[in-house]
């Protein structure tokens, strides 16, 4: 009894070696994932570097192409960015609702001459002024159609599944998803096949020089050592920025702007104060909607080829730039939306066309694995 009491407090004193917290081991991955990062990160600025020095004409070609394409992102991402911010949504479907803005505007142009009421109307209209009041009547008609077509599926398929598991929700925007493509693939809808897109104004080619600015036309080629943009990048660029600021004004300086901050904060402590929240979030997928139904008309008139499943890469890019600025941010989704035209733009440039999907997607497993929530996201803690 005595040897084993004298045991005891030997054995007690005895220490076993700590085993690594799951903290610990978290921080050194994501340590090493950030220097895995900024390896990555030198090694593509050397050989853009190289690029530009061998060939500066044609990286600044590539470069405005990439601005074109990620303005158009921009656009795009704000409905991704805005859903998630107040019922925490991946809305697949939104991509497919970029598709419905293209075709609503197609048909538009097409089969109506939308773009042409103008001048049918006031004969004496300058014909500037008449193309641009018939052009900004059809992308505001896209817009429309996308901003109601985004309320009803918001009604239909998910403020049924408010209170439900968010896997519930995010299977539903994919079969919400997959029916807008499917459906609108049917004969009597829009069509399973390619169509050409019939512009509402015409597109000019212009071009930056040692001469300066000037306008590319058959008896005025683009001089050799010139950078060339179209007009329609211009708009793109134009555009995209105002929307930009506008959502920017409407969130932080209105009271539905307020209501929606309100919103996305805590929805029950909202309708104690007297708001509507289920009409806030039906505006907040209008307004996304909406922005998509343009980006959907401005990439239709760059692209001139438009099909059924012409949103399911633009609206998975446009994921991937929210998630990259940190979604639920409006500045985030324009930042993200930049990074991802570039990176796409020089993958094709430099490296290959197929391989500009890779890389997109490539980006969102990085952003992932080093900073989930994002350039602007800040880390929250799951409300209980």
């Keep these: 009894m005595q040897q084993a009491s004298a045991e005891r407090p030997r054995v007690s004193q005895s220490r076993q070696p700590a085993p690594l917290s799951p903290r610990a081991s978290g921080a050194g991955l994501a340590w090493i994932g950030r220097g895995f990062l900024l390896i990555l990160a030198a090694v593509v600025a050397l050989i853009l570097a190289r690029n530009l020095l061998d060939n500066p004409r044609l990286f600044a070609q590539i470069v405005i192409s990439g601005l074109q394409l990620g303005f158009v992102y921009a656009l795009i991402a704000l409905g991704y960015t805005m859903v998630y911010g107040i019922v925490r949504l991946i809305n697949f479907a939104h991509g497919d609702v970029f598709m419905v803005g293209s075709f609503v505007s197609f048909f538009a142009v097409s089969r109506f001459s939308l773009h042409t009421w103008p001048e049918t109307a006031f004969p004496g209209m300058s014909p500037d002024l008449s193309t641009l009041i018939g052009a900004i009547s059809v992308i505001l008609l896209s817009m429309v159609v996308c901003a109601i077509l985004a309320v009803v599926i918001e009604r239909v398929a998910y403020k049924p599944l408010r209170n439900a598991p968010r896997i519930t929700a995010l299977i539903t925007a994919i079969g919400v998803s997959f029916f807008l493509e499917f459906f609108g693939a049917l004969n009597f809808v829009f069509s399973p096949r390619f169509i050409p897109y019939q512009r509402p104004f015409d597109v000019y080619a212009y071009y930056i020089g040692g001469s300066g600015i000037g306008m590319v036309t058959p008896s005025n080629p683009a001089p050799p050592d010139s950078i060339t943009f179209s007009s329609i990048f211009v708009i793109i660029v134009i555009t995209s920025i105002l929307m930009q600021a506008l959502l920017q004004w409407l969130v932080k300086r209105t009271k ?110 990085v952003v992932l694995l080093v900073r989930p929530t994002g350039i602007f996201g800040e880390p929250t803690g799951e409300k209980a």
């Design 256 to 365: 539905m702007g307020k209501a929606m901050r309100a919103s996305a904060v805590d929805k029950p402590t909202t309708r104690l104060m007297g708001v509507n929240v289920d009409r806030v979030i039906s505006f907040t997928f209008a307004i996304g909607a909406a922005f998509a139904g343009l980006a959907g008309v401005l990439f239709a008139i760059a692209y001139p080829s438009i099909h059924t499943q012409l949103g399911i890469l633009p609206g998975l890019k446009a994921f991937v730039a929210a998630v990259l600025g940190g979604i639920g941010s409006i500045p985030g989704a324009l930042v993200g939306a930049l990074i991802m035209g570039q990176a796409e733009s020089l993958t094709a440039g430099y490296i290959s066309t197929p391989m500009r999907d890779a890389v997109a997607f490539t980006i969102l497993i």
